[in-house]
């Protein structure tokens, strides 16, 4: 089993509609979960850390369940401008981490 | 404070041809990463360091090679490149504890 698994979709979505994709983690020593977002031909850049708590930020809302070890990225209101491919991440944070992606899922919002 | 920056942009290699990868990074970050990106496989692990002088291996470290003699740079060789190594390359840094990872702008590397 991959470290880290994603849907690769590709998810087609109009714009405005709320979409969701899972994220899930072999690891239960992971300590430390991220969302990137990746635009075509351009290097990876962090959309938000995901807490234990769950957290915020605009449209975006990060989870955590580590009773069933996924994280989750909702996108709310979504704009042509969130097309991209989202990867995560779950590290561990040790010295001897490797830091695994998963291999990202791709999200079209059509107009 | 340029982040994290890569040396070439792009290459074109002939099978059999030796070459570096340069990242470089201003922001003082104690580890850093090589990553490849080939499509459909995401990001993997090529090689990896903790600190100046130390490196260690990741998913896919056959056939490079790495170093950190500097704690500012990272080195990615292909000492004799083939055509399963034509990708995308990634450098990425961070400083514990926060696990944020900065990456370059990435080297497209073809290997004919």
């Known amino acids: 089993r991959k470290e880290v698994e994603q849907d690769p979709g590709p998810f087609n979505v109009p714009e405005g509609a709320t979409v969701a994709f899972n994220c899930t983690y072999s690891?239960?020593?992971?300590?430390?979960f991220f969302w990137y977002r990746q635009d075509c031909r351009k290097e990876p850049k962090l959309l938000m850390s995901?807490?234990?708590s769950g957290n915020e930020d605009g449209r975006f809302t990060a989870q955590l369940n580590r009773a069933s070890q996924y994280i989750s990225l909702l996108i709310r209101d979504s704009k042509l401008s969130d097309s991209a491919t989202y990867l995560c991440?779950?590290?561990?944070?040790?010295?001897?981490?490797?830091?695994?992606f998963g291999k990202g899922t791709r999200l079209h919002i059509l107009p | 404070n340029a982040g994290v920056t890569q040396t070439p942009k792009f290459r074109v290699l002939k099978t059999g041809q030796s070459m570096t990868l340069l990242c470089a990074q201003d922001?003082?970050?104690?580890?850093m990463y090589w990553y490849r990106q080939d499509p459909g496989m995401g990001l993997r692990l090529i090689h990896y360091?903790?600190?100046?002088?130390?490196?260690a291996k990741g998913e896919v470290p056959d056939g490079y090679n790495v170093s950190r003699l500097k704690k500012q740079n990272f080195l990615l060789g292909l000492e004799s490149a083939a055509p399963s190594q034509t990708s995308v390359y990634f450098c990425?840094?961070?400083?514990?504890?926060?696990?944020?990872?900065?990456f370059g702008p990435g080297t497209r590397l073809t290997v004919l």
């Open positions: 360091s903790v600190g100046e002088g130390t490196t």
């Open positions: 922001m003082n970050h104690e580890y």
């Open positions: 995901v807490y234990s």
């Open positions: 690891n239960s020593a992971s300590q430390s």
């Open positions: 991440v779950a590290s561990r944070g040790d010295r001897d981490d490797k830091i695994i």
């Open positions: 990425a840094s961070i400083s514990p504890p926060v696990n944020t990872q900065y």
